[in-house]
């Protein structure tokens, strides 16, 4: 697999918390939820807003995770398809029709339906 490096940028604390995103910065807000996390291409942009917000420039590296050998194969029926057939039981709709509709095994519908 081929390893491609980005080039990201951001701004931590002493807390290990990043800086969030806003469009002004100009009260430095924290948080540890990456999808509010503030993220520039520029290293120079990331030390000037670390210094601006009393926090740490960091650069973003991307690792791809090793593979896997023996990978176990995908087995069972998808989250989506298990919602749509406990909401078509809970509508009343038969296991026997459930399953034509959702190509299914009727088994797989009663083990879904019945799951703890």
């Not at 931590?12 to 948080?31: A, H, Q």
């Not at 989250?79 to 009343?92: A, F, P």
Request: aromatic share 6%; with cysteine.
């Amino acid at each position: 697999m081929a390893t491609v490096e980005l080039k990201r940028y951001t701004v931590v604390n002493e807390y290990g918390e990043f800086l969030e995103d806003d469009d002004l910065l100009l009260l430095p807000g924290w948080t540890k939820d990456l999808k509010k996390t503030w993220i520039t291409y520029s290293a120079v942009e990331a030390q000037r807003v670390a210094n601006q917000a009393e926090g740490t420039a960091c650069e973003i590296k991307m690792t791809p995770l090793a593979q896997e050998a023996n990978k176990a194969s995908h087995r069972g029926v998808p989250i989506s398809v298990q919602k749509q057939v406990i909401t078509l039981w809970q509508q009343g709709m038969s296991y026997r029709k459930i399953a034509s509709l959702l190509k299914i095994s009727k088994s797989s519908v009663g083990n879904i339906v019945n799951k703890d």
